[in-house]
């Protein structure tokens, strides 16, 4: 059974955000994140029920910020496993350094190792080196952990989950040490839906569907982001945008993706770099800087021609 040593009761309200200019732990920039309550609803349920929360929606629609945003107003630390096409369930746990030991083994065999060497060579437990899961495991405050797409790793890498998700304990093979979670750890994952998932893992899992946002909420979206925007600016180029996004999902068999959140703030950034007046006469003529929105020549085409162009 997991000994849970912080009791404290965690709530996520989504009210709680950075203010503008601030910086994260390691120095990046943060950003207010405004989710709506049924996704703060999924986020508390899976603090409660101590499981994994599954997060899906459309790319760039915010499922890995979540993540950012509970450590920021919780205040919790945050480990980030971003999956890979060539990772494995057990790097998010442990990796186990053999081949240090090995050349460690040899040198010492040559009398080539300090006595300080020699005493990390007789101690196995020094060539383990956690992984995100590992960490969070024997952290005695809850801890936030991304698992980021995990979709793109093999179809078995979420069933070599289940026990240490399930559980919260593990077993490091090569030492015989058995970790096992001081604290359950807050474990939220993103799926683009690449792949299906199996059901065993599934069932372990709350699920939330991460809906793009209405027009009015990217309207309140933009005006969290960028404090000093006029309401004309952000009004318009909203407005540009979801008339493309709307004529994208006219088109659906031909556009490779439909446009997102993180796509209109980079575009809203360009469009930024001019003088108001300036921009909104980008907004009311060709569309301006294609290449932040439109990923595909057959989209550039297609879309292109939209409002005066066309």
Not at 123 to 141: D, E, I, M
Not at 156 to 182: C, H, M, S, Y
Request: proline share 5%; glycine share 6%; charged share 30%.
């Amino acid at each position: 059974m997991v000994e849970v040593l912080d009791r404290q009761f965690l709530e996520y309200t989504g009210k709680v955000q950075p203010h503008l200019g601030e910086r994260g732990a390691n120095g990046q920039l943060l950003y207010p994140y405004l989710p709506n309550p049924e996704l703060v609803e999924a986020v508390n349920l899976a603090i409660y029920l101590e499981r994994p929360l599954l997060l899906k929606g459309e790319p760039g629609c915010g499922k890995t910020l979540l993540a950012s945003a509970v450590t920021y107003e919780l205040g919790l630390n945050l480990e980030a496993w971003y999956v890979k096409s060539t990772s494995r369930a057990r790097d998010g746990l442990y990796t186990y350094d053999a081949v240090g030991r090995l050349r460690d083994a040899q040198l010492a065999a040559s009398d080539r190792l300090t006595a300080e060497q020699i005493q990390r060579l007789d101690n196995p437990t020094t060539y383990v080196r956690w992984g995100p899961l590992g960490r969070a495991f024997q952290s005695k405050q809850r801890t936030v952990v991304l698992i980021d797409e995990i979709d793109k790793a093999d179809i078995d890498f979420p069933n070599d989950l289940l026990l240490e998700l399930d559980q919260k304990r593990f077993i490091v093979d090569e030492t015989g040490q058995e970790i096992e979670a001081k604290a359950a750890p807050i474990v939220l994952i993103t799926s683009n839906d690449e792949k299906d998932l199996p059901d065993a893992f599934l069932r372990r899992c709350l699920f939330h569907y991460v809906e793009f946002p209405s027009r009015e909420r990217l309207i309140y979206i933009m005006n969290a982001l960028f404090p000093k925007a006029s309401e004309l600016l952000i009004n318009q180029a909203v407005e540009r945008f979801w008339e493309l996004r709307e004529e994208m999902k006219k088109n659906q068999g031909g556009a490779t993706k439909k446009i997102s959140t993180s796509e209109l703030i980079d575009w809203f950034k360009a469009l930024r770099r001019y003088p108001e007046d300036e921009a909104l006469a980008k907004l009311n003529g060709k569309l301006p800087y294609p290449g932040v929105l439109l990923k595909s020549w057959e989209d550039h085409i297609r879309y292109l021609k939209l409002k005066n162009n066309g």
